[in-house]
């Protein structure tokens, strides 16, 4: 079985960028979500949605960027929203009780990037 490979593809909507995270979320994959990340959060925009209906795994690595990031968000005055967690993800979430920092997330994804 091939293990899939982390991307980020990013959607820079006026209102709202969306990054669309695929694949597994682990320590290999944090610099390049950084980095997207850090993109999105110096255009000053009011919200930013993070897309993981792609997102198969994340680990603890992968996660403390999703705290790093709501951190900053809040931090600069931006809304950080996470869109379309798949089970194992969600259940990551949970467990870690992260879901309650992400609470404000909405369910409704954004258009589909091609």
Same mark, same amino acid.
């Given at each position: 079985?091939?293990?899939? #490979?982390?991307?980020?593809?990013?959607?820079?909507?006026?209102?709202?960028? =969306?990054?669309?995270? #695929?694949?597994?979320?682990?320590?290999? +994959?944090? /610099?390049?979500?950084?980095?997207?990340?850090?993109? =999105?959060?110096?255009?000053?925009?009011?919200?930013?949605?993070?897309?993981?209906?792609?997102?198969?795994? =994340?680990?603890?690595?992968?996660?403390? #960027?999703?705290?790093? /990031?709501?951190?900053?968000?809040?931090?600069?005055?931006?809304?950080?929203?996470? /869109? +379309?967690?798949?089970?194992?993800? /969600?259940?990551?979430?949970?467990?870690?009780?992260?879901?309650?920092?992400?609470?404000?997330?909405?369910?409704?994804?954004?258009?589909?990037?091609?």
């Amino acid at each position: 079985m091939i293990t899939p #490979v982390f991307h980020v593809s990013t959607h820079l909507d006026p209102d709202a960028p =969306c990054l669309r995270l #695929v694949g597994e979320l682990d320590l290999d +994959g944090t /610099a390049e979500l950084h980095s997207a990340l850090a993109d =999105c959060f110096a255009r000053r925009s009011a919200r930013v949605v993070l897309d993981i209906r792609g997102l198969a795994f =994340c680990d603890c690595s992968g996660l403390n #960027v999703l705290l790093e /990031a709501k951190a900053t968000a809040d931090r600069i005055g931006t809304e950080l929203r996470l /869109a +379309g967690a798949r089970p194992q993800v /969600a259940r990551l979430l949970a467990l870690t009780g992260a879901v309650e920092v992400f609470a404000d997330s909405v369910p409704r994804l954004p258009p589909r990037i091609s």
